[in-house]
């Protein structure tokens, strides 16, 4: 395996297998997948898609290495969510995997009854009482972060924005220097978005170890954060288990780094290219948790797996054991027989989307991640005057299990 950071090692789809149940007429291209930035707009294929087949299967959907049913109905992607029978959240994530380790992300990648017992150990991390008193510091994060660059009348919004703020929190919650920013960004981005394995086995592998450094270092010097929290919480009367605290640790790092500031990304690049959304909103900033639920709905941005343990047929397909089904949240919320107009951005639509998941596995973080959301555009749209995507520039963005933008150039004056 080549360790050139450039190089692309994913196999070229056409050459995978497809299992003898998967009929050939349901066997379609999919633009959401490993692979280069493009400067198409990220959702325009999802109405496309609508007009085929209720689930279709893609080759190298999963990580770019196995093919994947992929479901593009509102109905179907909610009762794989709700059916422990026939799916399974396990090793959605291939992190733990490529380094020969055991542990699975917690509760994110664990079915009940753990999931149950797990979820309800960590739940008092995130009830809307404990979040709601973060407010502060989240508030004065975004204040300085904008502060940084509100007179120069321009920004990179991905850089200095949409991944500082959040990252900021979230060391925070963790208890870790601040001065870690950059070496954070330089994982979450080899994590999320590499295209060569061994630079991902490599981030992989450097994150489990920091990580289990500041659990030891927990354990000897306890603090008010998150994985103190870990250290000292029990499950079914039990601490949890080696494991079990590192994928606990290990699921807040990839899940509190990367979907906060994905999907600022999206939102601001909505505000600058749709001028009258970005007056609504600064005209009446109490419309804008409303006009966030649309945006989560519109331009959802996440896809995680099942994998199938029991024969079942769903959507017109049997599904076999080991299969993995894609659950791509960014077709689900575009499901016209779920959304009247599902193209059109309707601020006021107030959508019950599955931008964070459904079911018992539906994100644990989400209050958090709402408020951050909130909080970075209400600050933004009272700092900066009136913005739009810097002339002559093309946005590219990643498509893969998180669709981003890459950069975000923005402009203004005044």
């Known amino acids: 395996m ?10 070229d789809p056409s050459t995978l297998p497809v299992p003898s149940h998967v009929d050939a007429a349901v066997i379609k291209p999919f633009p959401y997948r490993m692979g280069p930035p493009t400067t198409d707009v990220p959702h325009s294929y999802i109405a496309a898609i609508h007009e085929g087949p209720p689930i279709i299967w ?37 992190f733990a995997q490529l380094i020969g380790e055991t542990w699975t992300l917690v509760p994110a990648e664990t079915d009940p009854p753990l999931h149950t017992v797990l979820r309800s150990a960590i739940n008092p991390l995130f009830i809307p009482r404990k979040m709601a008193a973060l407010e502060g510091n989240v508030r004065r994060y975004a204040r300085e972060s904008i502060a940084a660059f509100r007179d120069a009348g321009a920004c990179e919004l991905m850089k200095d924005f949409a991944f500082e703020f959040p990252i900021r929190v979230f060391l925070d ?3 870790m220097p601040q001065s870690q920013m950059a070496q954070f960004l330089a994982w979450e981005h080899a994590l999320m978005h590499e295209r060569n394995f061994a630079a991902i086995i490599r981030a992989s592998r450097e994150v489990t170890d920091y990580l289990r450094e500041e659990i030891s270092d927990r354990r000897k010097n306890p603090k008010d954060d ?12 039990s601490r949890l288990t080696e494991d079990q605290l590192m994928g606990f640790c290990f699921n807040l790092f990839v899940g ?22 970005q007056d609504l909103l600064r005209q ?53 027989e779920a959304f009247p107009d599902p193209e059109e951005v309707q601020l006021d639509r107030r959508p019950r989307h599955v931008g964070f998941g459904f079911g018992a596995h539906m994100c644990i973080g989400m209050h958090l991640a709402k408020r951050e959301m909130r909080v970075a555009m209400e600050e ?12 002559g520039v093309e946005v590219q963005s990643y498509l893969s299990a998180m669709i981003s933008p890459v950069e975000l150039p923005l402009t203004w004056s005044g």
């Not at 998150?226 to 009367?237: R, S, Y």
């Not at 509190?256 to 959304?277: K, P, Y």
């Not at 079942?312 to 919320?333: C, K, S, W």
Request: aromatic letters at 10%; glycine letters at 8%.
């Open 2 to 11: 080549s360790d050139d950071a450039n190089t692309i090692i994913f196999p």
């Open 380 to 391: 933004f749209l009272a700092a900066i005057p009136t913005f739009r995507v810097k002339e």
């Open 58 to 94: 893609v080759p190298g959907a999963f990580m770019g290495i196995q093919g994947a049913w992929v479901p593009r109905r509102m109905e179907d992607l909610r009762a794989i969510y709700l059916d422990n029978d026939h799916f399974s959240t396990r090793d959605f994530a291939p």
């Open 284 to 336: 009446g900033p109490e419309l804008i948790p409303d006009a966030i639920e649309e945006f989560m709905r519109a331009y959802a941005a996440v896809a995680t797996t099942r994998t199938c343990i029991e024969q079942i047929e769903i959507g017109g397909v049997t599904m076999m054991p080991g299969d993995r089904i894609l659950m791509a949240t960014y077709l689900a919320n575009r499901d016209p």
């Open 256 to 277: 509190g780094l990367d979907t906060v500031s994905t999907n600022i990304g999206l939102q601001f690049r909505h505000l600058a290219e749709h001028q009258d959304h």
């Open 173 to 175: 919650l963790m208890g």
């Open 226 to 237: 998150f994985i103190t929290f870990g250290v000292n919480a029990e499950a079914d009367g």
